[in-house]
């Protein structure tokens, strides 16, 4: 994703859970970040609930600036908006009820950024450079069968570009076919790009050879491959006891979903910095993180 909007509750109680030791506030501040989502928008919700407290918010904005700050993110680049989504105040519009409230104001590298709404916010997300010259990477979310048409597989272009006449290959399964026509919403697309979400219909294949995980790649540009091991970087959130090599926990990695076993723990790291912090470790537990080889259960298509 471009950009993460952490929807925090304002109500007495319910903020404190959130962004307590294993709340769910903290886990998904540090979730974003983790997966490398570098934008970040705080939304206080439930404003009504506290009377529209200019208090209660700054209360609010002080304690988030402070823990996601540790999490990695500067809150000098987040707009925190107070909003409250019982009546839509201060989401599309501004709100009659929080007269108190300037707005919110975010640092940039074109400079200073300045909002009222929820909806400000999100027009002012910074888009990302789409990486448009790399070789074609195209997880398949599903694939249906439409009559008259043939196979349609569907997906997000994560790289690269897709277009009528290419020759795609779907990895691990192998399967190498020519690209008919690509639609998005309904409508022709000369070609879709980084971030589209499109769907492709596609010569003589058949909806039992393809199938959701599996990734379609231009098969004359660098196609992707299967791989048989590979090494991941993994935080430790919640965890009964200890993990060691053995383990086998389901990965969800891109839009596949499947069993890995960790074969071997390589090093401990800061998941901060990313720094070594031990070698070789024997387990790992709860707030860990660490550099892992694992094992697919079954053929998986994922790189670096």
Sequence with gaps: ADCAILIIAGGTGEFEAGISKDGQTREHALLAFTLGVRQLIVAVNKMDTTKWSEDRFNEIVKETSTFIKKVGYNPKAVAFVPISGWHGDNM???????????GWTKETKAGVVKGKTLLDAIDAIEPPVRPSDKPLRLPLQ??????????VPVGRVETGIIKAGMVVTFAPSNVTTEVKSVEMHHEQLEQGNPGDNVGFNVKNVSVKDIRRGNVASDSKNDPAKEAASFNAQVIVLNHPGQIGAGYAPVLDCHTAHIACKFAELI??????????IENSPKFVKSGDACIVKLIPSKPMCVES
């Excluded at 599903?142 to 196979?151: A, E, R, W």
Aim: hydrophobic letters at 25%; charged letters at 35%; a positive charge.
């Design 267 to 276: 090093e401990k790291i800061d998941r901060r910095t990313g720094k070594s």
């Design 142 to 151: 599903d694939v249906y069968k439409i009559g008259g048409i043939g196979t």
């Design 92 to 102: 599309l519009e501004e709100s009659a009820n929080m007269p108190w409230y300037k």
